[in-house]
């Protein structure tokens, strides 16, 4: 971590200290990690915990992938699926598809909502992209496709021929529904107002770290994806791991938020998952 993220860290955390506790428990009451939710305007069932796969994600790789390998990883995700936790998450930039395939040996195919990402932009880029994933995930089809990494609010006329691929994609059911990740608030505001986004992935924590902007900032443009129906996913919950000592504070924020459906966690051991999956209980129960 350098020394920019540990100021930001400590800057979010004295906000996460003063964050009121007790309004956010009485509306985080009987929410567990297993919960089903129907994310939107498609409708696709996944678990309120998604099984992360990204931490530190990068050029192939990420902590889960090199420090577990391809049958740790998998032996990760079908421990999360025994658990009520089947909706996985995997992106190409991280280089999890192989283990989602590895997984998916044990588990049918249709008892799982997988997640994944791509950075193409041009029609031809996306038509290889789709290929190779699945191949990669050993699927005919992708639950939720994202445009991974939106930076700029221009971003629709950038990735335009990728998305008319995308559509063509959903039209004959290999796509179920479409959206993207976004990194900046100028990409989350035009995801948020443009009717193309189906599921955004958004950044979400109490305290700022790792975020596109504030809270008391991000969430009015959240609040307008709820809005318009789209479905919402949090990532970065624990701030990248900085916040990972203050994980019950995270979870209760995010379980307690009227506008994030759902959120992904990426755990580099089962007993990590197991914890979260715990505390996820824990925090549901409190009034």
Request: proline content about 4%.
């Amino acid at each position: 971590m350098n020394r920019r993220t540990l100021i930001r860290a400590g800057a979010g955390l004295a906000v996460l200290r003063s964050f009121p506790s007790p309004l956010l428990s009485a509306s985080a009451q009987e929410k567990r990690a297993s919960d089903i939710i129907e994310l939107g305007p498609r409708k696709v069932r996944v678990s309120r915990l998604a099984a992360g796969s990204g931490t530190n994600g990068v050029g192939g790789a990420s902590n889960q992938t090199r420090r577990l390998g391809l049958k740790g990883l998998a032996d990760l995700f079908h421990a999360a699926y025994d658990q009520g936790v089947f909706f996985w998450d995997s992106a190409d930039q991280y280089g999890t598809h192989p283990h989602v395939r590895e997984a998916l040996k044990r588990v049918p195919r249709e008892k799982v909502v997988i997640l994944t990402k791509t950075h193409a932009s041009t029609e031809k880029e996306m038509r290889a992209d789709i290929d190779r994933f699945r191949r990669e995930l050993g699927t005919d089809y992708i639950d939720i496709l994202l445009l991974h990494c939106m930076m700029d609010g221009g971003w629709p006329q950038r990735k335009r021929g990728a998305m008319a691929v995308i559509d063509e994609l959903q039209a004959k059911g290999i796509v179920r529904t479409k959206g993207v990740s976004c990194h900046t608030m100028a990409a989350l505001r035009t995801a948020a107002s443009h009717p193309w986004v189906e599921v955004d992935l958004a950044r979400f924590n109490p305290a700022g770290v790792q975020m596109d902007a504030p809270p008391a900032e991000v969430l009015p443009v959240l609040k307008q994806m709820k809005a318009a129906g789209k479905g919402i996913i949090g990532m970065k919950i624990y701030g990248a791991g900085a916040l990972r000592n203050r994980a019950d504070e995270c979870l209760r924020f995010a379980l307690a938020s009227d506008v994030i459906d759902c959120f992904t966690i990426g755990h580099e051991s089962i007993g990590e998952l197991n914890d979260t999956i715990r505390r996820i209980a824990a925090a549901g129960r409190r009034g």
